[in-house]
């Protein structure tokens, strides 16, 4: 059947496109070293008509976008919901930035002490995930995210009702490319992941057990290969350790809903605290958020 | 008097260098912008002769070096010296890498968790801190040296029985330059710093603090240009709450030997937690600790 409509994932590091037929199966599906931290400041419209609809031969489609791309660094900053929120109300604020090309708004709670926390893209991520099943928007749920800004939402009857963010994808990318602990294109260490693992403590004095990650090679003799894998270890395991317990949600069942290779070092973190988990893909769930806000706006 | 010794300061961010006379005293000073982490591998040896050399007019004296330079990143890795140490003990294991070209070894212990710990430079900063007075050498002392990466010493009776160190410096410094909390050139925002202090609550959950320097811009209507002030507040305050519990010294009076600029933010961030203070120069500390190792080794 022919494509209807055009839908993106556009992340900080990557965008994902798919055509989609009006039944939201899909037509065609292309993926694109465009994330919103490569883009220059209005180059994401011009990319977009340049590069990503021709791939996909949607020159003429209507478009719905999710991600950073709906915020101060991407196309244009589109208004975030509050939470608590669902399907209805992130449907009902999804915006057009031009005729046709639409973008689905983040989230917004007070988390951390009062402080402000938001996020874009998760939230069709997690809409995706609950529209699989009815069971999925049933009760509570503890959802992990993991990426470049990890995100921790709790979910209560297929609504946010609050989430917490994370920096340690970001970190990890800088620390790896820039800093001491530079640790390119290193295959992965399971014993240095997990020694990095037991280094992270509960999640406190980051600062000091970083520069573990260097005194191990500079004094005790780890190989320098082993940083990358150390790191890793070192920056889940303290995210894992901290994160539930400022929700107040130590020891609950976690479902890691994301890319598989970042999910299996999440698992490996949550397990080692005794923490039961479950695995969604976040490229299905994504791709079923936009199908389901697609479908409400009428747009499917 | 003419010069009989030029000794030097060679740390990860920059060397500052000294020709010193029989007595002690400076003959000439100058700085240069060749820290460790701006060498090849291999060239310290070379650029020490062409540029360090020349243009303090020291192209045959004898020559003592200290910090990163005697690390596996600098000249060469000079064997560390195991904690506790003073004076004697360092002074016994300054190394050659060349006839006339001598290294203070840095010092290492056991901290976080069995852990090791290194440090180089900091133990001449210490021992000349601690040749300026004989009071110095008496008694118990907790000493915070600031920079890319602080160290916190524990001192009793002249000796260095144990230090942790930190990642605090290096990680603003790549995380302005090369993360979503880009912010160069910035001038300091006293408020912006108070609210990163008070965002860092005990040094815990540092992950998901920092992401709150994103999200008071992205979801809040915070300043951008405030970015750095934050972040800063946010990363010391975070150390100053967390190191002195490992080390099991909450709330003991603390010394901050080091640069101005970098003390003064250190000082504020004590204080905020009610912790006493003293202040002492670090360039006038390590000079003396450079010329207490010369003279015990008779270089002067």
């Known amino acids: ?26 037509v065609a599906r292309a993926v694109f070293p465009l994330g919103v931290n490569r883009l220059a400041p209005g180059e994401a419209a011009r990319r977009f008509d340049e590069e990503v609809r021709p791939r996909l031969g949607a020159a003429a489609l209507p478009a719905l ?22 399907l209805a109300e992130i449907a009902a604020a999804v915006a057009a ?15 951390l002490g009062g402080a402000c926390d938001v996020l874009r893209g998760e939230e069709t991520k997690a809409i995706g995930w609950l529209s699989l099943s009815p069971d999925h928007r049933r009760g509570h749920r503890l959802v992990c995210q993991p990426g470049t800004h990890p995100k921790w939402l709790v979910i209560e009857d297929g609504h946010v009702v609050r989430f917490l963010s994370a920096f340690t994808g ?30 992270a403590g509960e999640g406190d004095a980051l600062l000091n057990r970083l520069y573990t990650a260097r005194s191990r090679v500079a ?30 949600l130590v020891g609950e069942r976690v479902l890691l809903l994301g890319d598989k290779a970042a999910c299996d ?10 923490v039961a988990l479950d695995l969604a893909d976040g490229e299905a769930a994504v791709l079923a958020g936009l199908v389901a806000i697609a479908r409400l706006r009428g747009q499917l």
């Open 1 to 26: 059947m022919a494509a209807a409509l055009l839908v993106c994932d556009w992340g900080s590091t990557s965008l994902r496109a798919w055509t989609l037929d009006p039944a939201g199966d899909v």
């Open 65 to 86: 976008l999710c991600g950073a791309i709906g915020s101060n660094v991407g196309w244009r900053a589109i208004p975030y919901v509050d939470c608590p929120a669902g």
């Open 97 to 111: 930035v031009r005729e046709d090309v639409w973008i689905v708004p983040g989230l917004r709670c007070r988390g």
């Open 170 to 199: 970001e970190l990890f990318a800088v620390l790896s490319a820039h800093s001491i602990l530079r640790n390119d294109g290193q295959a992965h260490d399971p014993a240095a992941f997990e020694a990095g693992l037991a280094a």
């Open 219 to 248: 004094g005790d003799g780890a190989a320098p290969e082993s940083t990358g894998s150390y790191l890793s270890g070192l920056l889940v395991g303290a995210e894992v350790a901290a994160t539930p317990r400022l929700l107040g």
């Open 265 to 274: 070092r999440y698992a490996v973190a949550l397990d080692r605290r005794g």
